[in-house]
Each structure stands twice: as structure tokens, then as C-alpha cells.
């Protein structure tokens, strides 16, 4: 029986399952091993990254704005999403909730925990399945999207967890609160997003995720979390540039 929630309820125990099996996996595993899956997993990232980037050639979304204004959408969402989250330190609170999470799992110190839990936690809340699925799921016309998602998750948490260890399993739980906001925007409001709107939202999703790649790859180290705004913020502008530019 299905019920609002469901497709995420699944979703986070993918997550946890899927890190589970990545922990007792990774104990075996050699250290210059998990060095190599964890460049592994950054060059993924950066595929999924690109695959996210793909709706700014779109047409949808191309139709929607002005000519000219399809990248400065993009760059004003980033700017105005980048001095809220610094102002409002969410880079600062998310590793202190990981530490927090840390000392609960009673992970040590020298442990991947925190950088385990905001990689993992950025990579499965960013991107069109986790905002459609639970929408959709709000709205009752099916939980496929989330799924699709859900299965998708789990290997990804199998592997990351690998060289990143247990924050892996606790991203499940920003994941959750998260998509159960969408839900709840599904089951009050219904489909409030248009296309453009959506497209927006992830591209700006793109590159954050290409943030998280220089990280995972050790070539830069980007307060992501601080750019966490910028997704609410994509779809408002981009609707104010459709309707007064």
C-alpha cells in the first residue's frame, strides 16, 4: 500500500543499506585502494555533473528566458544562493552536524566521516529525481521516479562508503528531510514547477556537484554547502527573468 513518503522512506534505507554493505567492504580493502576508489568516485561525479549541466542546452529551457540570460540565470542564482549560505555559515553547521553524527557513530577523529557525509549528502539530494520523485510521490501519481533513484543510491553508497566510511550512512538523514519537504510541497500544492524552472535548478545542481568532484579529486576544497541556497533561489529567478525581462 502506498502512501505519501514511501518512495523516500525507501530512498533512505537504500542509502543506509548500501553504505552498510560499503563499510564491511571497505575494512578489507587496502588504504592506496580507497585512495583509488575515492579519484573513482570523484570522475564520477564529475559524469554526473555534466549529465546535469545537459538542460542548459535544452530548449525548454532556452525558450523560457531572454537570449543572453540562460547562463546569467545560472550565475545570479549562485551569487545570491552564495552570500545567504555565507551569511548564514551553512558550510560551518553541516560539518558540525557531522561531527555531532561523528562522535554518535563513534567514528574517530582521522576517520573520512565528515567529508563522507557532505559529499554523499550533496550527491543524492541534488538533481531532477529527488525534487520530480517526491513531488510526485506528494501528489500520489507514483514513487518510480524515486525508485530509480532509491537503486541508484544504493550502489552509489556501497561505493562511496567504501573509502569514505559511516557519514555515507548518515547523509540518508538530510536526504530524508529534504525530499520529505518536496513530498509535502507534492501533497499541498501539487506540480508547481515548470520545466524551465526545474532545468534551472539543476544546472545550478550541476555544478555544485562539480564542486564536490574537485573535492573528492583533492584539486580544490569549495564551501559547497554555503551554495546550498542557490537551489531554492534557480527557480524564483528564473521565473522572474520569464515574466519581467
Not at 522512506?9 to 583509488?36: C, M, P, Q, W, Y
Not at 555534466?50 to 545570479?76: D, F, M, R
Not at 574517530?108 to 557525509?117: A, C, L, Q, R, V
Request: aromatic share 6%.
Amino acid at each position: 500500500m502506498e502512501f505519501p513518503g514511501l518512495g523516500t522512506l525507501i530512498n533512505t534505507f537504500t542509502i543506509i543499506g548500501g553504505a552498510v554493505l560499503g563499510v564491511l567492504i571497505g575494512a578489507r580493502v587496502s588504504e592506496k585502494l580507497r585512495d583509488l576508489v575515492t579519484d573513482i568516485l570523484g570522475l564520477v561525479t564529475l559524469l554526473a555533473a555534466a549529465s546535469a549541466l545537459i538542460p542548459l542546452l535544452s530548449s525548454e529551457y532556452i525558450s523560457a528566458l531572454p537570449k543572453g540570460w540562460t547562463l546569467l540565470c545560472v550565475l545570479g542564482s549562485l551569487l545570491i544562493g552564495a552570500l545567504i549560505g555565507s551569511a548564514l555559515h551553512l558550510e560551518e553547521k553541516l560539518e558540525v552536524l557531522g561531527e555531532n553524527l561523528r562522535k554518535r557513530f563513534r567514528a574517530s577523529k582521522e576517520s573520512p566521516f565528515i567529508e563522507g557525509f557532505v559529499s554523499a549528502s550533496l550527491l543524492f539530494a541534488i538533481g531532477p529525481l529527488a525534487i520530480l520523485g517526491s513531488i510526485s510521490d506528494g501528489m500520489g501519481t507514483g514513487i518510480d521516479q524515486l525508485i530509480l533513484k532509491s537503486t541508484l543510491d544504493f550502489f552509489a553508497a556501497m561505493a562511496f562508503a567504501t573509502s569514505l566510511g559511516w557519514g555515507v550512512a548518515a547523509s540518508a538523514i538530510p536526504v530524508g528531510i529534504y525530499q520529505g519537504a518536496w513530498t509535502l510541497v507534492g501533497l499541498g500544492l501539487g506540480s508547481i514547477l515548470s520545466g524551465y524552472q526545474i532545468a534551472a535548478m539543476t544546472i545550478v545542481g550541476g555544478l555544485m556537484l562539480l564542486c564536490i568532484a574537485l573535492r573528492l579529486l583533492k584539486i580544490k576544497e569549495v564551501a559547497v554547502a554555503n551554495l546550498l541556497p542557490a537551489l531554492a533561489i534557480a527557480p524564483v529567478f528564473a521565473l522572474v527573468v520569464h515574466q519581467f525581462v
